[in-house]
């Protein structure tokens, strides 16, 4: 519809509702007025003949009470005179054909004793009826009515509504001259000019800005975009050219360098990820469908990869809206605002995810490879669940590569340990890798999985295998040597297994260098402002942020934090710990049990040393956004990472990558991967309770100096070793495996996104 029919229709809809509304209105506000006159009148009218008509009631005089009635004033159209039975004793003769039962009006008078009216239509006539109620002495006689005919209230009704048709007409045919006129002569010319100008700034061939309208009320928006296109031009070319001199310069990661650097070793391919947690999951809201971001750390690291370089992403459906918003290929495009890559979404039975999630990856594989003293659990047919679901995946990938020749493979985690070798089967010139985002545990641990070999025999499917840390890479290592035949080339770091050599290197995840704008503008008062937003007083907080899992060690948290109030009481109703902890897995009995444990344990503490508005610690048991978190890391003293054993832990350095004020100490589990990048963190024991008390102590007594020179080299390190380069060296590894010389390069990378 052309711009000139949306706005006349705008505007004659305005006008018609605006004259509708005053006509209703004039019309209602005059039908009350004439309405009460009538009440007014016919009221003066009963009470005057009421008095005579009573002594001709009480003597039955029919004759008298005839000749009463119809001695009618002229002003109205009949008297009616009832018994107390409401039975007629006296009708106006040229009302009588009208009225043949009592009305409403006398049935409710003669009883109640009162005056009563209404407004009615006898026939098809409107007429008001007034009732008085007679009396002899107190008792209630009978009745007189009075009936006016109304008829000229209706008639006022419609000259409004004909008068307001009349206007809306008048008003519509100047709307639409003037409008049309307006666009005409104003508008339509520059108009078209700006929007060719900017579908050319858009696509980067915008030249000068258009002639805009010159007169006054548009002057602002001429300045604002010669301002845009000026700033917008000069923006894509230095981050073009910042992009191409640090791509070949090596300098820090940026995530234009990441496009750039990506697009030039894919060589015009697309990037793909296959995920267990989608990035985007729909799901109802009473009747409306709302797009969320799940909570995943590694979804929240590997986003920006794919919003950067586009392609396509293969995930799990986890959304009860996601069959919704997908099309026959079960395919939807993301990010919903701003779309730059394809999300694939593939569904899994109830009782495939109880199986394959619940079951066999974190009730076996994470307890495994975590030494945190939780036995696995190993079910035959939860193993059968996770090699379906592998094959399931396996197969939506193959059909996204479609018919890309020689894909450069990424599987990402514990879930999908049988992809690479499912994938070989099906494309053996496919180039694979696995990341693997868990501590690998000690041969003699990971022993203790029946099926081992499988597991294994699946991993080195793989052309490369990357582990956060060197250690876990070691441990790897020794389980393969210990448990498959093949030959270990430890200077190369390599498996050698039936002529198939699988790389294995060291390649720790990040987060983005620098939080959103949103934190920059959150300055020093959101301290008290967060405390007061909980009901509490204190002068400052400590922050942690976990899964509410048995291998972040909340529990030995809360009792170091106990200590330190036992040992340190100035601490007391100076210092609160905010926990927020996201409740993850309740399907299984342990998370179950640890949601209780983390519970009581915040509450004894809490019963111990409460007073007044102040608590020790305050536990937020719900998921919160990152953008819900940065707050708090922001105006926290300290942040607790106190993993008692953990892959990375991101929170670790999103806390750090947060404070822009160079501020804050961390205080970090030395089994948690981060503590190898971040050695100006307090690195703690948290199984050991009085020295993490103690770590906390001393966070809380650093001089200034000392806390602003660390977390100086921590954001350094952060800054160096962001997401964007973690993301870059792994297409950097992955595309330098030697291709068959006629086969385009591609790749896939195959995530996933719950922990």
Not at 208 to 229: C, G, I, N, S
Request: charged letters at 25%; proline letters at 6%; a neutral charge.
């Amino acid at each position: 519809m052309r711009l000139s029919y949306r706005l006349n229709l705008a505007l004659i809809t305005g006008a018609v509702l605006t004259s509708a509304g005053f006509a209703l209105y004039q019309s209602n506000a005059e039908t009350r007025a004439l309405r009460a006159e009538v009440q007014r009148h016919s009221l003066s009218l009963a009470e005057s003949l009421a008095k005579p008509a009573e002594p001709l009631v009480i003597d039955r005089s029919f004759e008298e009470l005839q000749r009463f009635v119809d001695r009618l004033p002229g002003s109205v159209a009949g008297i009616a005179v009832y018994d107390a039975a409401a039975q007629p004793l006296a009708i106006t003769r040229s009302l009588a054909s009208w009225v043949r039962q009592p009305p409403h009006s006398v049935l409710q008078a003669i009883p109640s004793a009162r005056v009563a009216s209404e407004f009615t239509r006898l026939g098809d006539e409107p007429f008001h009826i007034l009732v008085q109620p007679l009396r002899q002495d107190s008792a209630v006689i009978g009745a007189l009515a009075v009936f006016e005919d109304v008829g000229y209230i209706d008639a006022r009704s419609v000259a409004v509504w004909r008068s307001a048709a009349m206007h809306v007409a008048i008003q519509t045919f100047f709307i639409v001259c003037i409008t049309l006129l307006i666009i005409h002569l104003s508008l339509r010319r520059p108009l078209r000019h700006m929007t060719q100008w900017l579908r050319d700034l858009r696509t980067g061939h915008a030249s000068v800005a258009p002639a805009l309208p010159t007169e006054e009320a548009f002057r602002p928006v001429a300045q604002e975009f010669e301002r845009m296109a000026s700033s917008l031009t000069a923006a894509r070319a230095a981050a073009h050219e910042e992009a191409r001199l640090r791509d070949e310069a090596a300098t820090r990661w940026t995530l234009e360098r990441l496009r750039v650097h990506v697009q030039n070793r894919l060589d015009g391919s697309r990037l793909f990820v296959v995920s267990n947690r989608e990035p985007y999951e729909h799901t109802f809201r009473g009747d409306k469908v709302e797009c969320s971001v799940p909570a995943s750390g590694l979804v929240t690291a590997l986003e920006p990869v794919l919003s950067a370089c586009g392609g396509t992403w293969v995930a799990q459906a986890t959304g009860d809206a996601d069959h919704e918003t997908v099309d026959a290929n079960d395919r939807v495009e993301a990010p919903p605002d701003n779309p730059r890559y394809t999300l694939r979404r593939v569904w899994l039975s109830k009782e495939q995810e109880q199986g394959f999630y619940f079951g066999f990856a974190n009730e076996g594989l994470w307890p495994l490879c975590h030494i945190a003293h939780t036995r696995p659990i190993f079910r035959a047919e939860d193993w059968e669940h996770y090699r379906n679901v592998n094959q399931k995946f396996a197969d939506a990938l193959l059909e996204e590569v479609g018919n890309e020749r020689n894909p450069i493979v990424l599987v990402q985690d514990y879930h999908f340990a049988l992809l690479p070798r499912m994938i070989k089967q099906r494309l053996p010139e496919a180039h694979v890798a696995i990341f693997w985002h868990i501590p690998w545990p000690n041969p003699e641990a990971f022993g203790i999985c029946p099926w081992q070999h499988e597991l294994l025999d699946g991993i080195l499917g793989a052309d490369l295998v990357g582990f956060h840390i060197q250690s876990h890479c070691n441990n790897f290592l020794e389980t393969v040597d210990r448990a498959i035949e093949c030959r270990i080339e430890r200077e190369r770091f390599a498996v050698n297994r039936l002529g198939h050599v699988t790389s294995v290197r060291p390649i720790p995840i990040s987060v983005g260098a620098s939080p959103p704008a949103m934190a920059r503008e959150f300055d020093f008062d959101a301290r008290g402002a967060i405390l007061e937003r909980h009901g509490l007083e204190a002068s400052s907080f400590g922050i942690g942020v976990d899964r509410i899992d048995y291998t972040k060690g909340i529990p030995e948290r809360f009792r170091a934090l106990e200590r330190l109030f036992e040992v340190f009481p100035k601490y007391r109703k100076q210092f609160t710990f905010i926990q927020i902890g996201s409740p993850s897995r309740t399907h299984i009995r342990r998370y179950q049990e640890l949601m209780d444990e983390v519970q009581l344990e915040a509450d004894r503490i809490n019963k111990r040393f409460q007073s007044g508005r102040w608590k020790p610690i305050l536990l937020i048991p719900r998921q919160h956004s990152h953008a819900e978190i940065l707050p708090y890391y922001r105006a926290a003293s300290v942040c607790l990472v106190t993993s008692l054993h953990d892959g990375m832990n991101l929170v670790a350095k999103e806390f750090v990558a947060a404070r822009e004020d160079e501020d804050g100490v961390l205080v970090l589990s030395r089994f948690a991967g981060a503590t190898h990048e971040l050695p100006d963190a307090l690195a703690v024991n948290p199984y050991d309770t009085v020295a993490l008390a103690d770590a906390i102590h001393l966070a809380l007594e650093m001089h200034p100096e000392d806390r602003l020179a660390r977390m100086r080299r921590m954001r350094a390190v952060v800054r160096e070793y962001n997401i964007y380069r973690w993301a870059g060296t792994l297409v950097s590894e992955l595309s330098d495996i030697r291709l068959p010389a006629s086969a385009p390069a591609g790749m896939v990378l195959a995530a996933s996104g719950r922990p």
